[in-house]
């Protein structure tokens, strides 16, 4: 059974780097199968997906346009987790924060099946 | 980048009617990877139906999803009191991947 496991901050001063752990049992960050992603959700912006990072013969990401340029996921395959980083925070990257894998066999996708537990992260000085 | 607009913004049913919730999309996108998810306060978002109406793992069969191009809809038949809650679309066939708004699920 796959399981995450996340963990990090929960408060973070503005301009400051907001980064994240999710730690993951039961399968492989490396995987060729999957996705690894970050999504978040406050009450003002709804969930709003983040990113994601994932392995086909060498590492890819995708991000959001929204945070493209202080975003960033990394995979740790020596600890089999990945982390999100997003720099320069403001009171608008409030939020609770969650990893999810997007899961996939042969090719074919089946959206977000497994779900971190969720850290609540507060921008505030 | 997709746009997901969902409908209604809240449903107002009795245990064992049936829920209507709507998904539309700006654009079509890959393969009907549309996926609903059921939320409750306090929890993660869990999967509930992938690839327009496939029906995740352990989920009842009251559950059921249809639809393709840009209009997709989630059906919960005879709903139960745990159903009542809030559920989102969400686009995974093109990247930047996109959540509908959500549309709440209540006890009238």
């Known amino acids: 059974q796959v399981h995450l496991q996340q963990s990090g901050p929960g408060l973070v001063k503005p301009s400051q780097t907001l980064s994240l752990t999710c730690a993951i049992s039961?399968?492989?960050?490396?995987?060729?199968?999957?996705?690894w992603n970050w999504i978040r959700q406050s009450p003002s912006r709804g969930l709003e997906w983040l990113g994601r990072t994932y392995y086909r013969s060498k590492w890819y990401n995708d991000y959001a346009v929204s945070v493209k340029s202080r975003i960033t996921i990394n995979p740790d395959t020596s600890k089999n987790q990945l982390s999100l980083q997003l720099t320069s925070v403001t009171p608008e990257d409030t939020a609770v924060y969650y990893c999810?894998?997007?899961?996939?066999?042969?090719?074919?996708?089946?959206?977000?099946?497994?779900w971190g537990q969720g850290t609540t992260v507060t921008v505030s000085s | 980048e997709i746009v997901l607009t969902q409908s209604p913004g809240t449903l107002s049913l009795s245990p064992g009617e049936t829920a209507t919730l709507s998904c539309r999309a700006s654009?079509?996108?890959?393969?009907?990877?549309l996926a609903w998810y059921q939320q409750k306060a306090g929890q993660a978002p869990r999967l509930l139906i992938y690839g327009a109406s496939s029906r995740a793992t352990g989920i009842p069969d009251r559950f059921s999803g249809s639809g393709s191009g840009t209009d997709f809809t989630l059906t919960i038949s005879r709903l139960e009191p745990e159903d009542f809650a809030v559920y989102y679309c969400q686009q995974y066939g093109s990247s930047p991947r996109a959540f509908g708004q959500g549309t709440k699920v209540e006890i009238k």
């Open positions: 654009q079509s996108f890959g393969a009907n990877y």
């Open positions: 999810a894998r997007e899961a996939a066999r042969h090719y074919y996708y089946y959206g977000l099946d497994v």
């Open positions: 039961g399968d492989s960050v490396s995987s060729n199968n999957g996705a």
